[in-house]
């Protein structure tokens, strides 16, 4: 099974693009802390969100709002010049809304909403995470969303 659970903080507000099919996404990097040894450290791990996931992640959060991602866990295969790397992300299928989500945020809140299929892998074009070249085209049309209160 492949799955992953975050809690973390968005670094910068979510920016809605499309892919070149015409699917929109939002491509995000989420702050997570991690304890060791009494130290504290902070991971930065990509993420990504489909469609309307993706359209109420851009609408509702801001720079600094701590979410929960329940996800899967992406990795690619990359050569640059006979360089082999993987890109690891996470395609975020449930975001739920923890607190601080910025200017939009109602106090006492705690809204979420997943997607209710599985969304493609998406396929940045380089490890500096820009979506520009999304490949999305096994995705299906039904984008059904369940918002949970």
Do not use: H, Y
């Not at 992300?89 to 809304?97: C, H, S």
């Not at 940045?124 to 085209?137: A, K, M």
């Amino acid at each position: 099974m492949n799955s992953v659970n975050l809690i973390g903080r968005i670094t910068k507000d979510p920016e809605l693009r499309s892919s070149s099919n015409g699917k929109s996404f939002v491509a995000f990097t989420l702050a997570v802390n991690e304890f060791s040894g009494g130290n504290q450290f902070t991971q930065f791990v990509p993420c990504f969100a489909w469609e309307k996931t993706a359209e109420n992640l851009a609408k509702f959060v801001k720079k600094g709002a701590q979410i929960s991602v329940e996800g899967s866990i992406n990795v690619r295969q990359e050569n640059n010049n006979g360089q082999f790397s993987q890109i690891v992300t996470v395609r975020a299928n449930r975001i739920e809304f923890l607190n601080g989500t910025g200017s939009n945020n109602q106090s006492g809140s705690n809204n979420s909403f997943e997607s209710n299929q599985s969304k493609p892998t998406a396929q940045p074009s380089s490890n500096n995470f820009d979506f520009d070249l999304i490949d999305d085209s096994k995705s299906s049309n039904d984008d059904s969303i369940l918002w949970e209160d």
